[in-house]
């Protein structure tokens, strides 16, 4: 199975602050029709997971443009410009580039 | 507006089954895969398996077979996945997830409330 590894495991900020989550694949996630199934969730607590980011960099309906996604191969990166209180929460890559669908171990976005 | 309703919390003994359910509505049930995960307390989600609901044609996670068996109802819009020989290991909530479609690509676009099953004796 693939391994995504995200790192930091936590993350304190301040609001207003950029912050950014790694996530790195243990293998290439890139598929034979050029299409590289990357996708982040934030999971509020309390809360079912809720979409982000698709296909490494495109926005999911209704999510700010202060999320943005960038990254090829084995190594992706969600950028957070500017941090609202309401983005607190674990954040999630995962792949379904190859099967199974496989999830980061989340990284927990909290306040400092 | 799409909907994915869970049933209630489960309190199961060890070595039996459970079978957990997921209503939907808002959109045509039998154009979309379903898929259904589960989240350890404050750890990982593992993705389990999915089901098509024109169809009912499924695909696991190779760690879940012979645990989970996943079905639907299309007349009544509803996806359901049984749990068998249920060990502490299975206490975890589940979700169910739309895996849906924008035309060009694919995505977990709607996730049921989860459900908490706890096996204790």
């Known amino acids: 199975d693939v391994v995504l590894t995200q790192t930091p495991s936590t993350l304190s900020a301040t609001i207003g602050q950029s912050v950014s989550i790694s996530c790195r694949s243990s293998q290439s996630l890139l598929d034979s029709a050029g299409n590289t199934y990357l996708y982040w969730y934030l999971q509020r607590p309390g809360q079912s997971p809720q979409l982000l980011i698709y296909l490494v960099s495109n926005l999911g309906s209704g999510v700010p443009n202060r999320f943005s996604g960038s990254g090829s191969g084995?190594?992706?990166t969600l950028k957070i410009s500017g941090v609202e209180a309401e983005d607190l929460g674990v954040y999630y890559c995962m792949q379904a580039t190859h099967a199974p669908y496989t999830f980061g171990a989340g990284t927990k976005l909290e306040l400092k | 507006e799409v909907q994915l309703q869970q049933s209630g919390a489960e309190l199961v003994k060890p070595g039996a089954s459970v079978k957990l359910s997921c209503?939907?509505?808002?959109?045509?049930?039998?154009n979309y895969y379903m898929s259904w995960l589960k989240q350890m307390p404050g750890q990982n989600i593992e993705w389990i398996g999915n089901i098509y609901g024109g169809n009912g044609g499924t695909g696991y996670n190779q760690k879940f077979k012979g645990k989970a068996t996943l079905t639907v109802d299309k007349s009544s819009s509803t996806a359901y996945m049984d749990l068998s020989s249920l060990t502490s290991e299975d206490s975890a909530v589940y979700f169910c997830a739309r895996w849906g479609y924008?035309?060009?690509?694919?995505y977990f676009d709607y996730w049921g409330q989860g459900v908490m099953v706890t096996v204790s004796s």
Request: hydrophobic share 10%.
């Open chain 2, 23 to 30: 209503k939907t509505s808002g959109y045509t049930f039998s």
């Open chain 2, 102 to 106: 924008d035309g060009t690509y694919y």
């Open chain 1, 74 to 76: 084995t190594d992706f």
